[in-house]
């Protein structure tokens, strides 16, 4: 009897995580959005970390090549997020501050 094929668990779990990423990020109330989008940033500085691994590898063999620009790309990426996620705070966060007249 022959298992699931490895890359086709690894999809069907990346789908799911699609549709459950997308059901609670609609359901979350506006009050609860810019602590949300700490945390994101958090995650994506991990990211680059990561990434930052990733471009370090020397070139051994053709993956490491592979490895090296999915990695920066990763970098890229992750560091638009970060920076795009606190102009949103920011942006949040004026808004509950009071007017001067």
């Not at 789908?15 to 059901?23: E, K, Q, R, S, W």
């Amino acid at each position: 009897m022959a298992g699931i094929d490895p890359f086709i668990f690894l999809l069907s779990i990346f789908v799911m995580a699609i549709f459950v990423g997308y059901y609670v990020v609609w359901s979350v109330t506006p009050a609860l959005h810019t602590p949300l989008m700490s945390v994101t940033n958090a995650v994506s500085s991990v990211i680059i970390v990561g990434a930052l691994t990733a471009v370090g590898v020397e070139v051994i063999n053709d993956g490491a090549v592979v490895s090296k620009w999915l990695g920066f790309g990763a970098v890229v990426l992750a560091s638009v997020n970060i920076f795009g996620g606190f102009l949103v705070t920011q942006r949040m966060l004026a808004m509950y501050k009071k007017k001067e007249k």
